[in-house]
């Protein structure tokens, strides 16, 4: 702040405090009636514009679309910008790393700015990075509103090759009920936070684990773990089968839902289509 600018700011201050009302009891008896009125509005609603309760929780659905409020739009879009292989990456960056930059900024404005300058008209760099941050999160909210569902209809996903009473079947009802979807796209359905799967099947997958299998499968027995044996591992132990994996482990499976899985893994892009 310079010389000049600090006088007009004493002088400005010396004439609002001749003029002005005290923050005792003027300003706090205002403050106090407004929070009156907001209190009374939020309580009149809640009385006479009751919120219904919604239909049970059926975690197996695959109509329901996992959408926040509109008011975290913005948050959960960025959540598809900062995607990645690795689950944990989008989450810290769009939920704690680019907001709490901001908020730092913002806090730090007044030892960034030290002009006396207050009328926004003579601050254009300040407006401009105002209107830029709510144009960018109107943006953002725009795009979550719009966007592709992360996790689709998966039950109506249809394989050419996987007859119904199948254990390939079996498998896709595990792979969708287990909510696979939510990380993983499967022909254009489903999350990406994990790689496609689309064609999984066609990679070749091998680990040597000598640990027991959390939960023991028939026919499935390490050292090696290969096709669908290398399934049954990944999925009761991803970082068994593939070390460092951001993968969270299904270790409540039956065994014979392990297996069906595993076979329907193992066949998709080559059997399954
Ligand atoms: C929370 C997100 C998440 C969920 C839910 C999830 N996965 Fe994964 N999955 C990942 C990530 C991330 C990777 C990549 C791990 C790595 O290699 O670092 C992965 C990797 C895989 C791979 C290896 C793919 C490859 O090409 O390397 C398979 C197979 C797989 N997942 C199957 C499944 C199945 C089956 C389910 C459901 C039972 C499931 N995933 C649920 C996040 C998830």
């Not at 907001?38 to 009149?44: Q, R």
């Not at 966007?147 to 254990?167: C, D, M, Y």
């Not at 499935?220 to 951001?246: D, E, F, N, R």
Request: proline share 8%.
């Amino acid at each position: 702040m310079n010389r000049q600018d600090q006088e007009a700011y004493k002088a400005d201050y010396a004439q609002a405090k001749k003029e002005g009302k005290p923050f005792f009891p003027y300003a706090i008896y205002k403050d106090h009636v407004v929070a009156v009125i907001v209190f009374a509005a939020i309580i009149g609603m809640s009385i006479w514009q009751r919120v219904g309760v919604g239909p049970p929780v059926y975690s197996a659905s695959s109509t329901f679309e996992p959408r926040p409020e509109w008011y975290f739009f913005f948050l959960f879009q960025m959540l598809k910008i900062f995607k990645n292989q690795n689950a944990f990456l989008p989450v810290i960056m769009a939920t704690f790393i680019v907001p709490n930059i901001l908020m730092v900024l913002l806090l730090a404005t007044p030892f960034i700015d030290r002009r006396a300058e207050r009328r926004i008209s003579k601050r254009p760099f300040a407006l401009s990075v105002g209107i830029l941050v709510f144009m960018g999160m109107a943006w953002l909210t725009y795009q979550g509103e719009t966007g592709a569902a992360p996790v689709g209809g998966g039950n109506a996903l249809t394989f050419t090759g996987i007859t119904p009473g199948s254990a390939a079947a079996a498998g896709q009802a595990v792979f969708m009920d287990n909510g696979c979807t939510s990380c993983h796209m499967v022909k254009g359905v489903g999350g990406q936070v994990g790689p496609n799967l689309t064609t999984v099947g066609t990679k070749t997958f091998s680990a040597t684990y000598s640990g027991k299998l959390p939960v023991p499968v028939p026919g499935v027995k390490g050292p090696t773990y290969t096709g669908t044996g290398w399934y049954v591992l990944h999925t009761q132990c991803p970082i068994c089968a593939k070390p460092g994996s951001g993968m969270p482990a299904f270790a409540s499976l039956t065994p014979t839902e392990y297996a069906n899985l595993a076979t329907f893994l193992n066949g998709l892009g080559t059997t399954y289509k």
